[in-house]
């Protein structure tokens, strides 16, 4: 195994770091992009904006660059923190950011729209694009977002908790074929231990949190703050009355919800009513 590289005079900041050190590797190396890329059977210009920072990829290229360049585990040690770079998100989201990366369990409660750590990179593309981003800024936030669902897959992933109101499994994506593939993530996702989702039927009318996307997120010390969304703006809600007050809220849309396995049954039925194909 070759020696641990020193540190001091490379780049802190995890994104890129681990350009830098992609870059340093296939100098070493002495090949090509076109070279790397015919070796390990991806794109030349994958790995182009893998050295550049452009996109940070997939942990299936990265242990696969690792074994090339025989750093076993040393590439995945820098894409992980790399994944979860605040740096990479808006400015606006970034102490958010830092908040959820440090949470030991999170509960949500979504009014329109599929909360981030549930979204297929599909899902997110049209969501985004229709928030006005489009090329590279796309690409990199739909990134990011997607960067954020591994801390639900590690070893000592948080408890998570989603509400969902019905109106969010009625708003499908333009691309059916896309759709059925988020809806079945999602009832995926409904069976791990460590994520709980419920669906609010919309029979049940008004509510404490009809108009108000919001997370609640609680630190190691066991602290919780929430974060209140709206298409336009968030706020970090950090005084301990009004994220208890919140929080009541919260409690009484879960009484509201679906059981978790009644949840689970109305996402199957929904797989099963969802066109498989566009009639186009």
Same mark, same amino acid.
């Given at each position: ?11 802190? /900041? ?5 350009? /830098? ?24 210009? @994958? ?26 585990? +040393? ?8 994944m ?15 908040? /959820? &990366? ?5 509960? @949500?409660?979504?009014?329109?729209? +599929?909360?981030?750590?549930? @979204? ?27 960067g ?11 408890q ?11 708003a499908?994506?333009?691309?059916p074929?896309?759709? @059925?593939?988020?809806?079945?993530? +999602? ?36 602290? &919780?703050? &929430? ?28 009484d509201l ?14 797989? /099963? ?8």
């Open positions: 195994m070759p020696q641990r590289r020193v540190v001091t005079g490379r780049s802190q /900041e995890p994104r890129q770091r681990f350009a /830098e050190e992609l870059r340093l590797l296939r100098a070493e190396k002495g090949v090509s992009l076109r070279e790397l890329a015919e070796r390990l059977g991806w794109d030349p210009s @994958q790995f182009g904006k893998l050295e550049n920072g452009h996109t940070l990829g997939g942990p299936e290229v990265v242990q696969a660059l690792d074994q090339f360049y025989g750093t076993p585990g +040393l590439l995945l040690a820098l894409w992980e923190p790399a979860a770079d605040p740096a990479q998100f808006r400015e606006r989201y970034r102490r958010y950011m830092v908040l /959820e &990366a440090e949470a030991v369990s999170m509960w @949500q409660y979504s009014p329109s729209l +599929l909360p981030g750590l549930l @979204q297929t990179p599909e899902y997110a593309t049209e969501l985004l694009r229709q928030g006005g981003l489009k090329g590279a800024e796309l690409g990199a936030q739909v990134e990011a977002r997607m954020r669902r591994e801390a639900l897959l590690r070893d000592d992933c948080p998570f908790r989603a509400i969902l109101s019905e109106a969010v499994l009625r499908p994506l333009q691309e074929d896309e759709w @059925q593939g988020q809806l079945e993530h +999602l009832e995926l996702m409904s069976h791990r231990l460590n994520v709980t989702i419920q669906v609010l039927p919309t029979s049940v009318g008004l509510h404490g949190l009809t108009n108000t996307d919001t997370m609640f997120l609680r630190g190691p010390s066991g602290q &919780a703050v &929430a974060w209140v969304e709206t298409g336009y703006s968030g706020e970090l809600v950090q005084e301990t009355a009004a994220v208890e007050h919140l929080q009541l809220r919260y409690d009484r849309v879960r919800s679906l059981s978790p396995d009644e949840s689970r049954q109305f996402i199957e039925r929904m797989l /099963e009513e969802a066109p498989c194909e566009s009639s186009t």
